[in-house]
């Protein structure tokens, strides 16, 4: 990823999974937290994407303590570099990858 991608990414390790793939890449979660001024222009420019964005927004979400405006949204790690660069380098953005459990047969 450039420079203008999104600042954190978690990469959390689960014996128990196994990453979602697909021929974008891994499968991961992107959150956001947004001042409430400022949720209408993200949203914007979360919409001049060529990938298809559905984020949900929880407007009492709890981070780190304080009561924020959080909007996350599923994406594949080809998406990164064009979404960094739509967030403008935020810096309250965080990526995490997403894992399927093997259910017993």
């Known amino acids: ?3 203008a991608a999104p600042s954190r ?7 128990s999974g196994v990453p979602l793939s697909g021929t974008q890449g891994d499968l991961v979660i992107v959150s956001i937290t947004v001042e409430p001024w400022d949720l209408e222009g993200l949203l914007d420019r979360l919409g001049d994407s ?5 984020p949900q927004i929880n407007h009492d979400a709890h981070v780190e303590g304080r009561s924020v ?3 996350e949204f599923p994406a594949y790690e080809s998406w ?3 979404i960094g660069r739509l967030l403008e380098a935020r810096k309250a953005v965080t990526i995490r990858k997403c ?7």
């Open 1 to 3: 990823m450039n420079a």
């Open 9 to 15: 990414t978690e990469n959390y390790f689960d014996a």
């Open 50 to 54: 060529r990938y298809p964005i559905d």
């Open 69 to 71: 405006t959080l909007v």
């Open 80 to 82: 990164l570099d064009e």
């Open 99 to 105: 894992f399927a459990h093997q259910t017993p047969n």
